[in-house]
C-alpha cells in the first residue's frame, strides 16, 4: 500500500501545481489595465454611505489604494482592519484608501455600523464591478485592490486578499 502512495503522491502534487498555475493564469489580474481605463477613473463618481455622490478626481493627485469589496466577501472584510491601520500611518504622507463596495446600500450600511472604518467607503453597486473588470480583473472576483500613484499610474494590482506587507512595501516604494 505504501508503494502505491509513493507513486500517486508525485502524480497528486503535479496535477495540484498544474491547478494552482491555471488558476494564475485565469485570475490574475493582467500587467497594465487599459490606458483609457485608469483615465475614464478620475471621471467617476460613486455615493458614499449616506448617499453623497463623491468624485474620484477628489483624490486626484494622492497616493490612492482603491479597493473593490462586497460585505458578504470573508477576503473583503479580513483586509479591512490592516487597511485602516496602513491608512492611519501613511495618510500624513498624501495616501488615501478608497473602498468601492459592489453592494447594495443597506448591506453596505448594516456591515459598517458594525465595522467602522477610517477611509472613504463608496457604494458603487453593478457600475464598479464593470468598472474593477475595466481596470484589470477580468474575472470580476473580490477583493480587488489596485494602488495608483500620485500621477494616477497603476503601482499594483492585486486580486484576492491583499497581505498587508506586500501593501505597505508599494507604499514605502511609492513614497520614498
Not at 498544474?18 to 497594465?32: I, N, T
Not at 455600523?113 to 464591478?129: E, F, K, S, T
Not at 474575472?139 to 486580486?159: E, N
Request: neutral net charge; aromatic residues 10%; proline residues 9%.
Amino acid at each position: 500500500m505504501q508503494k502505491k502512495w509513493l507513486y500517486l503522491s508525485p502524480l497528486a502534487l503535479a496535477a495540484l501545481a498544474g491547478g494552482v498555475w491555471l488558476a494564475q493564469m485565469r485570475y490574475a489580474p493582467p500587467e497594465a489595465p487599459a490606458a483609457p481605463a485608469v483615465a475614464a477613473l478620475w471621471q467617476l463618481g460613486f455615493p458614499d454611505d449616506r448617499g453623497h455622490e463623491q468624485p474620484l478626481a477628489q483624490w486626484r493627485g494622492q497616493v490612492v489604494v482603491l479597493n473593490f469589496w462586497a460585505s458578504w466577501c470573508a477576503p473583503c472584510r479580513e483586509e479591512m482592519p490592516d487597511f485602516a491601520a496602513l491608512r492611519t500611518q501613511f495618510r500624513p504622507n498624501g495616501v488615501e484608501f478608497v473602498g468601492i463596495a459592489i453592494d447594495n446600500p443597506a448591506n453596505v450600511s448594516q456591515f459598517l455600523r458594525q465595522m467602522p472604518v477610517n477611509y472613504p467607503i463608496l457604494i458603487g453597486g453593478g457600475d464598479a464591478h464593470s468598472l474593477a473588470r475595466q481596470l484589470g480583473n477580468p474575472s470580476g472576483a473580490l477583493p480587488y485592490t489596485i494602488v495608483l500613484d500620485r500621477d494616477g499610474s497603476i503601482a499594483l494590482s492585486h486580486l484576492g486578499r491583499l497581505p498587508r506587507a506586500t501593501l505597505e512595501a508599494a507604499l514605502r516604494k511609492i513614497d520614498a
